[in-house]
């Protein structure tokens, strides 16, 4: 995939084929829905990435078989593996079938340890 900037996150799903586009621009309408986030996402390390408050928050990205949600924290997956009951967790990515909906107990599970997380690091 062409190396984007930071500021070049929309032009991430343009270079998607249609489907896959779909399906990763329905997950960030609602991880920016549910997480409260900024609207406008960023290409952190060459992954679309929400932010809330201006902290990288979330990133998600598009793969051959799968797409995946990062949880930009190694410790966090190990905190939430108990109480996922869908995708395929390898430290702190999430991985999904391209035909698996992220559900919202799901995603309301990620943003929920993720705030934590921020809340007790900024401490």
Known sequence: MTKLDRH???KYF????????KVLI????????????EPDLIISYQLPT????????????????FYSIYLL????GKLI???????ELDKSTLRF???EKVSDKTLKLLIK???????ERAK
């Open 8 to 10: 070049e996150a929309d």
């Open 14 to 21: 343009e270079l998607l084929p249609p489907a896959k586009a």
């Open 26 to 37: 329905e997950l960030r309408d609602r991880l920016v829905r549910l997480a409260k986030a």
């Open 50 to 65: 929400i932010r809330v408050k201006g902290t990288n928050f979330l990133a998600f990205a598009a793969w051959k078989d």
């Open 73 to 76: 924290s190694g410790r966090l």
């Open 81 to 87: 593996e108990q109480d996922l009951t869908q995708g």
């Open 97 to 99: 079938g391209w035909d």
């Open 113 to 119: 340890a993720k705030t934590a997380e921020l809340l």
